[in-house]
Every structure is written in C-alpha cells, then in structure tokens.
C-alpha cells in the first residue's frame, strides 16, 4: 500500500499524475495519489483538477501560501498509507517501471529510498543554464556513488520514506526557505535511519532561471549555517559544510569573506551567462558562506 504525495506551486501536473496513475494501477496494489496545490494561480489549478476525476486521487487546494515544508507536512498528514512517495510538481519518471522498483523495496527493511535524478542532454534555454549545468554535474548520480555516502545527495523530489519517519524529522524543521534537502539529509544521518539509493530516476523539467538559482543557492547557504548551528544535528555528509569548517580551524574565512564582496560581481557574470562555470558556483558558495558567517 502506497500514498504518492505532490506538492504543487504554479505547475502543470495532469502529464506526472496520469502516469503514475496508470503504473499504480498496473501494480495491482492499494494505492492513493494526493496532491497539495500551495495556493497556485486559479489558471494553473483549474487545469490541475481535472486529476481529481481518476480513481484514488485527490487534489486540495490551500487558500494561502504555506511554503514546501508546510506544504509537504499537510500531505504526509492526509496520507493513509504507511509508506509515502514524494514527487515534485515539475519531474517525470525516466522509468514506464518506475513504480514497481520502488515496490519492491517496502519490505526491505530501509527507512527511505532515493530514486535519483536526471537532466535531459539537449541544453535548455540560454537563462537556465546554471540550473541545468550544476543539476548534470551534482545531481545526475548514479545509485552506486550515492550509495558510498547515502546521505549526501537527498533529493526530495524523488523518494519512497516510512511515514514515521518522515513525521519525526519534520517534527523538527521549521525553516521554510530553500535548502530543506540538506536539513533533511543531516537529520536522516543523525537518527541512524537506513537509507538507500536507487536507479529510478525523474526527470527534472522546471528549471528556474539562473538568477532565481542563484538566488536560491544563497538561500540554501544560509540553511548549511542553521545546520552548523543546531545542536541537534550532529552528522551530515554536505561537502560544503565539511569544507567551511575545515577552512575555519585554519582561520582562512577571514580571506574569503573578504573576497566575497570583491568577486561577486566577475562570477556573477559567469553564473548568469550561457556558459556557466560550475567550479566558479562552488568558489562562490564558499565565499559567501564565509562572508555570511561573519557579516549575519
């Protein structure tokens, strides 16, 4: 028995819903798709509640803008069903078996599974390239090299968890801003939870302009420094919050704030060009979560 869960925010999902409609129902098993409109424009939810008309599906529309981490706990709220799968509004499954590998892992006596995630090859728009560039080179992982440190690439818009599970680590979150994976993945690791990746990946269509991302990456970055700071996190395996710490004991932040400011702009220019460097993203992440450590 399985609950799918969508959070949806001004996306079209009747393509992702009747797909994975029609593998569940080839399944054979008791199942219900519940979807979470977080107060989308009336265009985009009226389009999406035509999916209310196949069997076991459900689409709520909330009356305010609640966030995703808001929005994902009302979801796992409603869910009748022990085992949960997330999808994000803007994927599809590279898989038509994409429903059955994950069913084979309910009784598998992990605590969530990661399917994964997967970038078309033809490059998108010239504005969406750092999205599209950062998500081949960091996201686009096949399960053995996940494996080898399961809880570094979490990724939420794709994965099977106990809903237990799921209610105990949200129970602690309460940021609302982008960079929830992080948090979730670093809460995974310190409770001990059995994690385990997959081959059965998703698509990712919705990519944000370069701006936004980048934008959104400063975000995240603000996040790895409430991780840093919550005493109740004690393990996470984010490759850029070992390295800060690391830089830390040798007192090199200091440099590197100073730089942020200085480089900003020159990288900047790079991020949000055709050809966007993805080694310039990880000197500009690094830079500035220097310089927001020490300038809060």
Not at 167 to 180: C, E, M, P
Not at 261 to 280: D, F, Q, V, W, Y
């Amino acid at each position: 028995m399985l609950s799918v869960l969508i959070p949806v925010y001004n996306y079209d999902i009747r393509l992702l819903v009747t797909t994975i409609h029609e593998q569940l129902t080839d399944s054979h098993m008791a199942f219900e798709i519940c979807c979470m409109d977080d107060n989308s424009e009336k265009n985009i939810s009226s389009l999406n509640s035509e999916i209310s008309q196949l069997k076991f599906t459900h689409y709520y529309i909330s009356e305010v803008n609640n966030g995703r981490v808001a929005t994902r706990k009302s979801l796992a709220s409603r869910a009748q069903y022990d085992w949960i799968l997330f999808l994000d509004a803007d994927v599809l499954p590279k898989s038509d078996s994409f429903i059955k590998n994950y069913i084979t892992y309910l009784n598998s006596g992990y605590d969530a599974v990661y399917g994964g995630f997967a970038y078309q090859s033809e490059p998108p728009k010239a504005n969406q390239m750092l999205r599209w560039s950062y998500g081949k080179s960091k996201e686009q992982v096949p399960a053995k090299i996940r494996n080898k440190t399961p809880y570094k690439v979490v990724i939420s818009a794709n994965y099977l968890i106990k809903k237990s599970v799921f209610n105990i680590i949200t129970s602690q979150v309460s940021k609302r801003s982008y960079g929830y994976d992080n948090y979730f993945g670093a809460a995974l690791k310190t409770n001990n939870y059995a994690v385990h990746h997959i081959d059965n990946e998703v698509y990712h269509f919705g990519l944000e302009s370069s701006k936004d991302y980048l934008y959104k990456v400063r975000q995240s970055i603000e996040t790895l420094l409430h991780i840093q700071s919550d005493t109740s996190l004690k393990a996470n395996d984010n490759s850029l919050l070992k390295l800060f710490k690391l830089i830390k004991t040798w007192r090199i932040n200091y440099l590197l704030s100073a730089m942020y400011p200085r480089l900003k702009a020159p990288i900047t220019k790079n991020l949000l060009g055709k050809h966007p460097s993805i080694m310039l993203l990880q000197c500009y992440k690094l830079s500035y979560i220097c310089y927001k450590d020490l300038n809060p």
